[in-house]
Nanobody, 120 residues
């Protein structure tokens, strides 16, 4: 069973920084794209950033420059460095991966989410 586990969330003051990590484990053959999504209270889940196996990145306009996504393919881990955090960044952040497992077709997987709260 494929599992994605996020870590690194917490409480931070405006202007602060956090680094989120997400490690994928299980019977994974290959991970194509990994990314981060977030969902704030009362709002729909939205894309934050994605990164392909080749390193191509995509960011939501609201986080460009401030956030940086990266990955370690050997560890099946994706990171999200968040700088200059704003209260508007407060949300549950979810890890996502498009991958191929040894026992099934390509699929999309989600982590359980990690809370990021930006408040003074």
């Amino acid at each position: 069973q494929v599992q994605l586990v996020e870590s690194g969330g917490g409480l931070v003051q405006p202007g602060g920084s956090l680094r989120l990590s997400c490690a994928a484990s299980g019977s994974i053959f290959s991970i194509y794209t990994m990314g981060w999504y977030r969902q704030a209270p009362g709002k729909q889940r939205e894309l934050v950033a994605t990164i392909t196996s080749g390193g191509s990145t995509n960011y939501a306009d609201s986080v460009k420059v401030r956030f940086t996504i990266s990955r370690d393919n050997a560890k099946n881990t994706v990171y999200l460095q968040m700088n200059s955090l704003k209260p508007e960044d407060t949300a549950v952040y979810y890890c996502n991966a498009d991958l191929v497992s040894f026992y099934s077709d390509s699929g999309n997987y989600w982590g359980q989410g990690t809370q990021v709260t930006v408040s003074s």
